[in-house]
Nanobody
Framework: VQAQVESGGGSVLAGGSLRLSCVAS????????MAWFRQAPGKEREGVAA????????SYADSAKGRFTIARDNAKATVYLQMNRLKPEDTAVYYC?????????????????WGQGTQVTVSS
């Protein structure tokens, strides 16, 4: 059973927007974090944004600041990533991560559970 399922990816032109959703099966509102990562071909998986389940406080990678917004809906056990002003370099498979075990919030090693990923393609 998947811990979470991502959706909302697709193909857009540069400058466009997408909203990704992640429905978690192992969601703990009171503690822990959930995060979005992405991986482009030939690159390491990198953290994009993380959010505290309890209060919604967020952390962002420099590449995401000012363009992306992470949010959560505890009642729906869902985490969102609103992506605006998309650039071709945002093209990647985006993954939702959960079961934070400690460590840097935007480090892949800090999470135990991963979704299957959703493709985001941004073209000029």
């Amino acid at each position: 059973v998947q811990a979470q399922v991502e959706s909302g990816g697709g193909s857009v032109l540069a400058g466009g927007s997408l909203r990704l959703s992640c429905v978690a099966s192992r969601y703990t509102p009171s503690t822990g974090y959930m995060a979005w990562f992405r991986q482009a071909p030939g690159k390491e998986r990198e953290g994009v944004a993380a959010i505290a389940a309890a209060d919604g406080s967020a952390s962002y990678a420099d590449s995401a600041k000012g363009r992306f917004t992470i949010a959560r809906d505890n009642a729906k056990a869902t985490v969102y990533l609103q992506m605006n002003r998309l650039k071709p370099e945002d093209t990647a498979v985006y993954y939702c991560a959960s079961e934070w075990t400690g460590g840097h919030l935007l480090s892949a090693e800090a999470y135990q559970s991963w979704g299957q990923g959703t493709q985001v393609t941004v073209s000029s």
